[in-house]
Nanobody, 116 residues
Framework: QVQLVESGGGLVQAGGSLRLSCAASGRIFSINSMAWYRQAPGKERELVAGISGGGSTNYADSVKGRFTITRTNARDMVYLQMNSLKPEDTAVYYC??????????WGQGTQVTVSS
């Protein structure tokens, strides 16, 4: 089992920045890729940014150039640096870990609210 706990969400004005953190515990050695997803009210959960076991990253078009995903070598922490935030970035942000055969895991989510 892998446990994920997010932190760092909050209320910020448009144009501001936030840094989300996700702490992984348990069988972290089984983790391959990790990612951040978000879900806005009335919308489906969507991929924001992902990072592979080899460190390759991918981003949703809507956040490219503004958000950066990073991860510790020990794979016990993953971060999402969010700059130039927009009201449309308002959502609950979820940390995700893919452990392949060992399962897929989600955190409980952290609220990000961007005021205009």
């Amino acid at each position: 089992q892998v446990q994920l706990v997010e932190s760092g969400g909050g209320l910020v004005q448009a144009g501001g920045s936030l840094r989300l953190s996700c702490a992984a515990s348990g069988r972290i050695f089984s983790i391959n890729s990790m990612a951040w997803y978000r879900q806005a009210p009335g919308k489906e959960r969507e991929l924001v940014a992902g990072i592979s076991g080899g460190g390759s990253t991918n981003y949703a078009d809507s956040v490219k150039g503004r958000f950066t995903i990073t991860r510790t070598n020990a794979r016990d922490m993953v971060y999402l640096q969010m700059n130039s935030l927009k009201p449309e970035d308002t959502a609950v942000y979820y940390c995700y870990a893919n452990s392949g055969y060992a399962g897929k895991y989600w955190g409980q989510g952290t609220q990000v609210t961007v005021s205009s």
